[in-house]
């Protein structure tokens, strides 16, 4: 699979888009002036419980002056501690070091983790969590590789987890970033001891930097940029981090075809906030975001089959699944979705269209779900909420 990543600046936004086979599998966005913004997803910081709500197990802590963020007691059990108010494990003025685990969503509130990461191109360290494991996404022989390689630095400090993106990497490349990684860690810790509450002990590099590390490897040709600017940033970015990578660096210059033109990134982004999506044997998907899950309703539309054909029914489905997975991708959909299919009287139907669904979801960089189909025919779905969803994004002015 050939894969290109595109940056470009668009009325006052940044977009970042991920081509697979010269199509558009990815869109994100993020205005000039959020990037200066706090708090940003990754940053960390030492900050001061602010409340605790024991019937919830869960905590507010303050990272700056009235920005207060979720934190659960019970997905964290071990906590850096920077200054302890109390002899309970927890108490209300404690600093301790988290780090942005969620970005602001609508009305909640960010939400915070004591379990540090510190993300490279082949791994992730985490501290507080001490499992050695490996991308599930990785052939049986590459992840027992990998691992071997990741627990000669096992510690009762951090954890290793990784990435696919290592698949195929050499152990030398692969020793050199985690050495980077665990020394990353242990000099923050060092230095938060010294720091004073609200400090900002790590920023998080900017969204369209951050994708650098976080899109698939395997394929990746070109990094093409138009902005001068973002790509002197971008340059120096490699250069620190991902040398090997500065080759497929171009600076797109054609002022007569514009970046966003030449891919038709702004009909990608004006397609992906639209509530209806047509497919081509006539029938459509709606997608519609609630506050608390997405519904994704699959419909005949145009399509002549007739109401109790099951074999066209399930042609229907297949297809709906295939642009469904591409759908909640693209628009960066996540939390809990709800697909309505056509309904199936055939089980054996019904059990080919979710094993080809769950197959789908599964290319999914982000980790995603078929949890499974409900007594009235809808199939859930989960994908990690880490950022927002394309549709806020875009309209956030």
Known sequence: MNRKLVITKLEGKILTAMLEDEGIVELHCTSVEEQEGLPLLGNIYVGKV???????????????????CYYSILDN????????????????????????????VKTKAPSVSSKLNFTGKYAVLTSGDTRIGASAKLPKEEKERLIEIASSYASDKYGIIMRTNAKEASEEVL????????????????????????????RAPKQYLAELKNIYQDGLTEIIIEDLEIYEEVKAYLQKEQPEDLEKLRLYADKLLPLHKLYSIEKHVEDALKEYVWMKSGSYLVIQPTEALTVIDVNTGKNIAKKKDDSAHLKINLEAAKEAAKQIRLRNLSGIILVDFINMDKKEYTEQLLEEFAKLLQRDPIATTLVDMTKLQLVEVTRKKVRRPLHETIRTK
Do not use: M, W, Y
């Not at 501690?81 to 942005?100: M, N, R, S």
């Open 50 to 68: 602010k409340n605790i709500v024991a019937n919830i197990n869960a905590a507010f802590i303050e990272i700056a002056n009235g920005v207060e």
């Open 175 to 202: 020793r050199k970033e985690l050495s980077r990684l665990i020394q990353e860690c242990e000099s923050l810790i060092r230095a938060a001891g010294t720091r004073v509450c609200f400090s900002c002990l790590q």
């Open 77 to 104: 059990p071990v906590p850096i501690f920077t200054k302890k108010a109390g002899k309970k494990p927890l108490c209300i003025g404690d600093e301790l070091l988290v780090q942005i685990s969620k970005e602001a």
